[in-house]
T-cell receptor
Framework: GQQVMQIPQYQHVQEGEDFTTYCNSSTTLSNIQWYKQRPGGHPVFLIQLVKSGEVKKQKRLTFQFGEAKKNSSLHITATQTTDVGTYFCAGPSVSNYQLIWGAGTKLIIKP | GAVVSQHPSWVICKSGTSVKIECRSLDFQATTMFWYRQFPKQSLMLMATSNEGSKATYEQGVEKDKFLINHASLTLSTLTVTSAHPEDSSFYIC?????????????FGQGTRLTVV
């Protein structure tokens, strides 16, 4: 079935270091969405990418959508403690009215 | 943005009892809502798609007689965990698309942490 694979599962960084998470879909996506889930909370929408090769920035966050619309990445520059959480990518399914979720990447700031 | 309200935010119940979780779209109509379960350190697992006025569509491996879903109106969907067991303890989250289309962002309820003792 349709899958969205996301790596890595965890990433430990020192505060101030960069963080990147990658998503790869088994099918071409009409769009890809990114969500952040803080510990104990619910996912919160960050951004949606629609166009092939699209790059969007939100302050220190840079989102990219691949040319083939099958992969995407989220890069955080100079991480801060407020960035802690799990970042999920998700894309619409081709057959059903739902989102297919990546496994998530947990950002952990080393003390 | 659109708001989805989920209640209760946490519940502890005895094994064998039933628990009802409500999911309301506060400022928009949601013909479709989604129910997820999330175990610790894992991703969201879609349990079922709740359709207003019709039967829910359950994902493979999800017992429809155990997880009863009712979507009686355009703003309310409920999930009832019947005869709960400790292995049902989890974080349950509902979501809906703000404009009723999967190409817009999904809005989530606050989630319900269920603990069955």
């Amino acid at each position: 079935g349709q899958q969205v694979m996301q790596i890595p599962q965890y990433q430990h960084v020192q505060e101030g270091e960069d963080f990147t998470t990658y998503c790869n879909s088994s099918t071409t996506l009409s769009n890809i969405q990114w969500y952040k889930q803080r510990p104990g909370g619910h996912p919160v929408f960050l951004i949606q990418l629609v166009k092939s090769g699209e790059v969007k920035k939100q302050k220190r966050l840079t989102f990219q959508f691949g040319e083939a619309k099958k992969n995407s990445s989220l890069h955080i520059t100079a991480t801060q403690t407020t960035d802690v959480g799990t970042y999920f990518c998700a894309g619409p399914s081709v057959s059903n009215y739902q989102l297919i979720w990546g496994a998530g990447t947990k950002l952990i700031i080393k003390p | 943005g659109a708001v989805v309200s989920q209640h209760p935010s946490w519940v502890i119940c005895k094994s064998g009892t039933s628990v009802k979780i409500e999911c309301r779209s506060l400022d928009f109509q949601a013909t479709t809502m989604f129910w997820y379960r999330q175990f610790p350190k894992q991703s969201l697992m879609l349990m079922a798609t709740s359709n207003e006025g019709s039967k829910a569509t359950y994902e493979q491996g999800v017992e429809k007689d155990k997880f009863l879903i009712n979507h009686a109106s355009l703003t309310l969907s409920t999930l009832t965990v019947t005869s709960a067991h400790p292995e049902d303890s989890s974080f349950y989250i509902c979501s809906a698309f703000g404009q009723g289309a999967m190409n817009t962002e999904a809005f989530f309820g606050q989630g319900t942490r269920l603990t069955v003792v």
